[in-house]
């Protein structure tokens, strides 16, 4: 079983609120990833680190979303100014590697965010 | 940009069935290609990955990979109940470190 652990596991905010969630990764995972499962099950890939380093992120993220992964603290992912169109899963997972795909992502159970 | 597809959108199948997912990619570089499974209200977990043309088994499940048409699939045989979920595909390539997925399968299984 996934040992990744995200908190909240739901969260409800109105619009314009700051959303935050966390996630710590599993042991020894160097690599963790964000994404957005919307009710369609449509998977967004939102940003990845190695250690404290952002690896790549998309334009969405980089306007509305701050994300970090503080050394010897979880990983957070915080919108700023919350829209409806934000309510989904937010998923975290981590990996090995960031080796080029090859290696398996271990997701989180997710934060579902509800924006009224 | 990749676009990767998955079909059928739903599937409803007898207990001892074999159930086929379908997933196809837009990206001919893409390398890595993974199948997923979440069950409802649970993380998405790995079921199988495979990384160069052919099949590939375990156990009950055999994934099998056709670069040339774009296109890699999940069969499962003798299908349970236990295995109704959202079955996910996911496709990267050196160009990136993260898996493009399709919007899944949602299976089940009827005792």
């Known amino acids: 079983n996934s040992k990744v652990i995200q908190t909240p596991r739901y969260l409800v905010k109105g619009q314009g609120q700051k959303a935050k969630m966390r ?94 | 940009q990749q676009n990767v597809q998955q079909s059928p959108e739903s599937l409803i199948v007898p207990e001892g069935a074999r159930t086929s997912l379908n997933c196809t990619f837009s990206d001919s570089a893409s390398q890595y290609f993974w199948w997923y499974r979440q069950h ?32 890699f699939s999940l069969h499962i045989r003798d299908s349970q109940p236990s295995d109704s979920a959202l079955y996910l595909c996911a496709v990267s390539g050196d160009s990136g470190t993260y898996q493009r997925f399709g919007t899944g399968t949602k299976l089940q299984v009827v005792p």
């Open chain 2, 40 to 71: 409802s209200g649970k993380a998405p977990k790995a079921l199988m990955s495979i990384f160069s043309n052919g099949e590939k088994e375990e156990g009950r499940f055999t994934i099998h990979l056709n670069k040339a048409s774009l296109h």
């Open chain 1, 23 to 116: 996630c710590i990764p599993e042991k020894g995972h160097p690599v963790v990833f964000w994404y957005q499962q919307n009710k369609n099950n449509e998977f967004k890939f939102l940003i990845n680190f190695q250690n404290q380093e952002v690896l790549q992120q998309i334009d969405m993220t980089e306007k509305r979303f701050s994300a970090e992964c503080p050394s010897n603290s979880p990983c957070s992912l915080e919108i700023q100014s919350s829209e409806a169109g934000d309510s989904a899963l937010y998923l975290c997972a981590s990996s090995l590697s960031r080796g080029q795909g090859y290696a398996e992502q271990f997701f989180g159970p997710g934060t579902r965010l509800t924006v009224l």
